[in-house]
């Protein structure tokens, strides 16, 4: 089940790679624009702006002055998405690596490194969203 959703959280950010590059091409202004609202709006809204910006007929700072009024909940929704895929697939690569060198592959070592895993994901990323 790790390995499967190992993969999906490749493509997630693939996906997020793939909107970034995409929203480069589209928008009317240079990316130092972008990234100074960015940085102004904490850096975690990356995918929304893209968005914004490809399908969305108002500008950018239309979108970041409602960004600023939405909940703290909201913020950390859209934090989490970016950080949990990242801090998954990188600690679970790190267990597969592991396995590529020949540790831990008997079953309950699967188990227990999937446990560590998942355990540190969630702490990694919760520290990454605050």
């Avoid at 590059?21 to 609202?37: C, D, K, Q, R, S």
């Avoid at 950390?76 to 690596?97: E, Q, T």
């Avoid at 079953?107 to 540190?120: A, D, H, R």
Wanted: net charge negative; glycine share 10%.
């Amino acid at each position: 089940m790790l390995s499967i959703t190992h993969r999906g959280m490749g493509m997630a950010m693939g996906g997020y790679l793939t909107m970034v590059g995409l929203a480069a091409i589209v928008m009317p202004n240079t990316i130092e624009h972008y990234m100074e609202h960015l940085e102004m709006a904490m850096g975690g809204y990356l995918t929304m702006v893209g968005l914004a910006a490809i399908v969305m007929p108002n500008t950018i700072e239309h979108y970041m002055e409602h960004l600023e009024n939405i909940g703290w909940f909201f913020h950390f929704f859209i934090k989490m998405s970016l950080a949990f895929p990242m801090c998954y697939h990188y600690i679970n690569g790190i267990r597969h690596l592991f396995w590529d060198m020949g540790q831990f592959l008997t079953v309950k070592n699967i188990y227990s490194t999937g446990y560590v895993m998942v355990t540190l994901t969630v702490i990694s990323s919760l520290l990454l969203c605050l």
